[in-house]
T-cell receptor, first 114, second 110 residues
Framework: NAGVTQTPKFQVLKTGQSMTLQCAQDMNHNSMYWYRQDPGMGLRLIYYSASEGTTDKGEVPNGYNVSRLNKREFSLRLESAAPSQTSVYFC?????????????FGPGTRLLVL | GNSVTQMEGPVTLSEEAFLTINCTYTATGYPSLFWYVQYPGEGLQLLLKATKADDKGSNKGFEATYRKETTSFHLEKGSVQVSDSAVYFCASSSASKIIFGSGTRLSIRP
């Protein structure tokens, strides 16, 4: 049981390049999330998927796209990277059973856009 | 919509001091409330949670009580250790997502 896994751990891109951040969870959770973390700004929600087959915008969706490939996998794509997208990206999945809920985070992907 | 406001850091304390990190929330309805901890270079880990008013969440000596009347969920620990140095995030949940505060960096001096 690996929990939430993310690849890659680190990435350096040039402005205008594209890339896809991968996320997978093995806990059979319905909901999955992508956040970015910048110094002094906490975690900001980029996109989320409440269930397989659905995706919705969060606070800061511009410049990103997502795909919920199946129940396990939720990828984040940067079509044309910009320096403002330099950040640490966290994927998370959420178990919701009545009022009992817990959100689990991956280890993060550090992205530098030059 | 829902929002979370928490005490700005950094907070620096000596070992064995008493810790309070303030957190208040705004929400429609009755969200679940959480404290997450992030150690250097790692992702966030759930520290404790409370799902209804007057519930107390506790873990590793940390406690927080869900106060509906003051819309607060302050984090406390009676005697902090150097190993508690980390960033702490308060969060509240809605049906579809969890909203995080901006985080409070805590540093403990030996």
């Amino acid at each position: 049981n690996a929990g939430v896994t993310q690849t890659p751990k680190f990435q350096v891109l040039k402005t205008g390049q594209s890339m896809t951040l991968q996320c997978a969870q093995d806990m059979n959770h319905n909901s999955m999330y992508w956040y970015r973390q910048d110094p002094g700004m906490g975690l900001r929600l980029i996109y989320y998927s409440a269930s397989e087959g659905t995706t919705d915008k969060g606070e800061v969706p511009n410049g990103y796209n997502v795909s919920r490939l199946n129940k396990r996998e939720f990828s984040l794509r940067l079509e044309s990277a910009a320096p403002s997208q330099t950040s640490v990206y966290f994927c998370a999945s959420r178990r919701l059973a009545g009022k009992e809920e817990t959100q689990y985070f991956g280890p993060g992907t550090r992205l530098l856009v030059l | 919509g829902n929002s979370v406001t928490q005490m700005e850091g950094p907070v620096t304390l000596s070992e064995e001091a008493f810790l309070t990190i303030n957190c208040t929330y705004t929400a429609t309805g009755y969200p679940s409330l959480f404290w997450y901890v992030q150690y250097p270079g790692e992702g966030l880990q759930l520290l404790l949670k409370a799902t209804k008013a007057d519930d107390k969440g506790s873990n590793k000596g940390f406690e927080a009580t869900y106060r509906k009347e003051t819309t607060s969920f302050h984090l406390e620990k009676g005697s902090v250790q150097v190993s508690d140095s980390a960033v702490y995030f308060c969060a509240s949940s809605s049906a579809s997502k969890i909203i995080f505060g901006s985080g409070t960096r805590l540093s403990i001096r030996p």
